[in-house]
């Protein structure tokens, strides 16, 4: 069966921005002799980290980077975790360090994220790159907002004058989120768990992004009529009609009714999920231009 033209295919999305970073590398080495390199640190063993860095570390190798992984035991102590972080700083065949969260109690992520230079810092999580995505300046852009506003200007084209909401205020998706779409020129309302009015806030908006990591709670008939949908959250829940013990995956809209409704709108899985991974590969190229004088658009 086709698939409605009002869903956006994230997969297929991801998977144009990957050949371009495959045909970046190429460049890259070709006229520059540059191999970008991402190295990914993952501490302890929590299972859905170890899936999606085996994930980054697969799809780093397909795009021709070069690829190193560090696998550190759960009890690592912060400042062996810092020294790794300072020598791949120091290392000139890494171009981005991505330090996999979440990390264990003990140790304290805002330190070793500040540790991270801040050009290598693909996930753009460092508070010089925050501050330069606040100020219009050139920072690392976190992965998950770049692939929804990749989206969003690819299905809509020009954003300026649209009403957004962002529902979540996060650090890693709500707010760079809403300061991407600022940048865009939309008129931007970021939602979180004290907005009054929810419902009402969001059937006024052209542009709906949903972040917070509740099953469907932003419900379809709040979606204006035209509106673009990106629902960021992924949530498992129960499926008994799929079998005993089953789950599901969905996000935080709810898909059937919002899609008959809108003009274009993410799946959940499917949707800004791929494009998080392809994201942190077009970054990581970025991160390695820069630090070689190379301008990102040439390559
Ligand atoms: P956080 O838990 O850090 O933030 C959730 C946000 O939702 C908070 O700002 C919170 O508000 C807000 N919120 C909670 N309840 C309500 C409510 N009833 N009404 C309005 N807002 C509410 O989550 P993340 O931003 O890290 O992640 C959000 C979702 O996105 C999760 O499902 C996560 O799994 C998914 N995700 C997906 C990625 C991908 O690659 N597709 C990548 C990253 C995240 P307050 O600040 O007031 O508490």
Redesign the pocket.
């Known amino acids: 069966m086709d698939t409605p033209s009002n869903i956006i295919d994230g997969k297929a999305f991801a998977a144009r921005v990957r050949a371009d970073v495959a045909k970046s590398v190429v460049t890259l080495k070709a006229d520059h002799g540059v191999t970008p390199g991402l190295a990914v640190v993952v501490v302890g063993e929590d299972p859905a980290s170890q899936v999606y860095v085996r994930n980054k570390v697969k799809q780093t190798a397909e795009v021709g980077m070069h690829s190193i992984h560090h696998e550190l035991p759960a009890e690592t102590a912060q400042e062996a975790l810092v020294t790794k972080v300072r020598e791949l700083n120091a290392d000139p065949a890494i171009h981005g360090i991505l330090v996999q969260l979440p990390l264990p109690a003990h140790i304290d992520e805002a330190a070793v994220i500040e540790t991270i230079a801040p050009e290598k810092d693909v996930d753009g999580f460092h508070v010089v790159n925050t501050g330069l995505l606040a100020t219009g300046g050139r920072g690392m852009v976190p992965c998950?907002p770049l692939g929804c506003i990749m989206m969003l200007k690819d299905c809509l084209g020009d954003l300026s004058g649209k009403k957004a909401i962002v529902?979540?205020?996060?650090n890693?998706?709500?707010k760079p989120m809403a300061q991407l779409l600022l940048d865009a020129n939309c008129t931007v309302t970021i939602?979180?768990?004290?907005?009054r009015d929810?419902a009402g806030e969001v059937r006024a908006a052209d542009i709906v992004v949903a972040?917070?990591?509740?099953p469907e709670?932003v419900k379809g008939d709040w979606i204006k009529n035209g509106a673009a949908v990106i629902d960021?959250?992924?949530?498992r829940i129960d499926a008994p009609e799929r079998g005993e013990g089953k789950t599901r995956l969905v996000g935080?809209v709810e898909f059937e009714t919002a899609a008959k409704h809108a003009a274009a709108i993410t799946p959940v899985p499917g949707g800004?999920?791929p494009m998080?991974i392809a994201c942190l590969l077009k970054n990581t190229v970025t991160a390695a231009c820069r630090q070689n004088n190379i301008d990102p658009d040439s390559v």
């Open positions: 998950t529902v979540g205020r996060s890693i998706v709500g939602a979180h768990s004290r907005t929810l972040a917070v990591g509740r709670m960021v959250g992924i949530n935080d800004v999920g998080t």
